[in-house]
């Protein structure tokens, strides 16, 4: 299991093009399509489960992402149907009641399309991706434009990358976005405001 700390920060283009600029470590950039799952029940965002399939450059990455203190859990496999990854996402450490949880069916409720463009950034004290995204979020028939700055901590001192990453949003004058994108999609669904 990998444990997830992360900030994420909203932002428009002239911030993501100004970030891109003032970080001149080699970029990659990524071609994301993500689809989030849940059951006809909703068990799976009830518990705050995050269940999702992502194709990364067309690479096939299932993903569940569960509570896990003041961090997220983590577990991901390769398998192009989400159905037969979730028995291996159990079976590398993510909560076994998913198994029984999925058992009423899983099916697409929204996702998200988007360029990532990712940057290593490498101290004496941590290791942190910043990812820029840019793209939209759908989700009951709805669009939503996507336009973020994530910082996320790879190895590393927490307290100190928490500093860093209060330097960063203060040189930039970002503002954190509080809710994942899985959440903001799910809100498109549900016919709910994005707004705040």
Known sequence: MGIEYEFKFKADRSILMAMNAAFPQKAKEISMETVYYDTPSG?????????????????????????????????????????NAVAELVADGAPEELKQLVQEGIYPICGAKFTRLTKTIVSECFAVELALDHGYLFGGGQKEPLCEVELELKSGDKEIFDCYVQGIAKKFSLEEEKRSKFARALALYKGETNAG
């Open 43 to 83: 068990a799976l965002s009830a518990r705050r489960y995050t269940l999702r399939r992502r194709l990364e450059n067309g690479v096939s990455v299932c993903t569940l992402k569960a509570p896990a203190g003041d961090a997220r859990g983590e577990w991901e496999t390769e398998n192009v149907f989400i159905e």
